[in-house]
């Protein structure tokens, strides 16, 4: 009996379509999108929380939910795809901001 080994890793996939496609068109870049989302949150509890911060947030929903899937022996792969999804999106806000970093580098500075 031959075995996939790949079996499972579509799920990156699944992930990558969501964060990077009619998801992305519907609600901006996931660095302009949690900017919002963290102005929201600072604004009605006084807090400062990060865009990446607000991200891992949402991964520690995910990873609850998966604790709990995992302790009742349920199968829900949404969950799983969302941290994916959500640990791409903290990744691709991080680029963002080293890109306007370096941007910002080479205005001020000329430093290419």
Known sequence: METNRTAGAEIVREAYDLITGPRQDS?????????????????????????????????????SRLHHEISNCLSLPDNTRDAIGY?????????????????????VHGVS
């Open 87 to 107: 640990l791409g999106c903290l990744n691709m806000i991080r680029e963002q901001k080293k890109i306007k970093h370096h941007e910002w580098m080479e205005e």
């Open 27 to 63: 609600y901006s870049h996931p660095a302009e999108d949690y900017e919002r989302t963290v102005a929201i949150y600072n604004a009605i509890t006084g807090d400062e929380m990060s865009s990446e911060e607000a991200v891992l947030f949402m991964v520690c929903v995910k990873l």
